[in-house]
């Protein structure tokens, strides 16, 4: 498994890091991510001050999140704060107070999807994402393992392979989704879908399928996750979670645009078939459609007179 952190956010890669890191570099993170533009200006013995460690445990901290050491960390949050006052005439902040009104929710919650998927696709790892499309496209069958708000990412992955013709099943139930990968073999891909890398089901189900000899294939949130224990492959989303935003709500959009480069992508392996079987299933419900005219009313229906 690899990972680029080139053209990511530092604060992205920090805020996925975070779960793994020890306790004293965790201090550090919040010391980073409460004030990035401060930390740049500031010097190592100021932040380990700050965060109540040594200077020793912020390099420990640099090379954990994948910067050389401190001033690349400088660097790179100087640099990731002028991306940010780019956008700051747009940006509403992420946490939501009981007191907003509707149209503010409107507009911090858009706001906060839209980052979601801008930093998810900033950071998805496009070479492991490539081999992921590969294991997809050649499989025999697929199993794809989600519980509560990542079983309907896990659906939609599911219906979307469907469609163009390639074996899939999605489970939520637990004893299901290890009967299931109990009979996977070589030929076989098992996703497990996990915001935060911590399910035990599906953990546990990504560990049956690989002890069969699947491949496995992870998306979470978390890189450093239990669930990357059991994976071949890690693709990873950048969702934040706030006070009034849990786990199921940006993630999912996030996990949602990682599953739609998926599809194409495997799409594009078997570009005839895929069409052929888009077009079939198009076909097929079709006439479960109402009739609809430019402006939207539905047409009247023929009497047959």
């Keep these: 498994m690899t990972t680029e952190h080139s053209e ?4 992205v890669r920090i805020r996925s890091l975070l779960p793994g890191l020890a306790r004293a570099e965790q201090r550090v993170a919040k010391v980073v991510l409460d004030n990035p533009s401060s930390v740049a200006r500031r010097s190592i013995t100021e932040v380990a001050e700050a965060a109540g460690t040594s200077e020793t445990t912020v390099t420990r901290f640099c090379k954990a999140i994948g910067v050389g050491g401190y001033p690349e960390l400088r660097i790179a949050l100087a640099a990731d704060t002028a991306r ?9 902040g992420g946490e939501i107070a009981p007191e907003d009104d509707l149209k503010t929710v409107v507009g911090k919650v858009t706001f906060a999807d839209a980052r979601a998927v ?4 900033e950071q998805l790892d496009i070479d492991v994402l490539a081999q992921v499309v590969d294991a997809i496209a050649g499989a ?5 393992y989600g ?4 079983a309907f990412v896990a659906a939609d992955l599911q219906q979307k392979l469907h469609r163009i013709g390639r074996t899939s099943f999605a489970w939520s ?9 109990a009979v996977l073999t070589g030929d076989d891909v098992a996703v497990g879908i996990s915001h935060t ?8 189900a990504l560990r049956v399928a690989r002890t069969h000899g699947a491949t496995t294939v992870a998306l979470t949130n978390y890189p450093t996750s239990p669930i990357a224990d059991v994976a071949d492959f890690v693709l990873t989303t950048a969702a934040r ?7 199921a709500t940006a993630s999912r959009i996030a996990q949602l645009t990682v599953v739609d480069c998926l599809f194409i992508g495997i799409a594009q392996r078997h570009i005839d078939q895929s069409i052929s079987a888009l077009d079939a299933t198009r076909d097929a419900v079709s006439g479960h459609r109402l009739e609809t005219r430019h402006d939207g009313r539905r047409k009247p229906r023929e009497t047959g007179k």
């Excluded at 890398?197 to 546990?204: F, K, L, N, R």
């Design 241 to 247: 979670e706030t006070t009034f935003r849990s786990g």
């Design 84 to 92: 940010a006052s780019v956008r700051a005439d747009r940006d509403l």
């Design 197 to 204: 890398g911590a399910t035990t089901d599906t953990v546990e």
């Design 140 to 144: 025999r069958r697929v199993d794809v």
């Design 118 to 121: 801008e930093e998810t696709a």
């Design 173 to 181: 139930d637990t004893h299901i989704m290890l009967t299931s990968a």
């Design 147 to 150: 519980v509560g708000a990542s």
């Design 8 to 11: 990511s956010s530092p604060l």
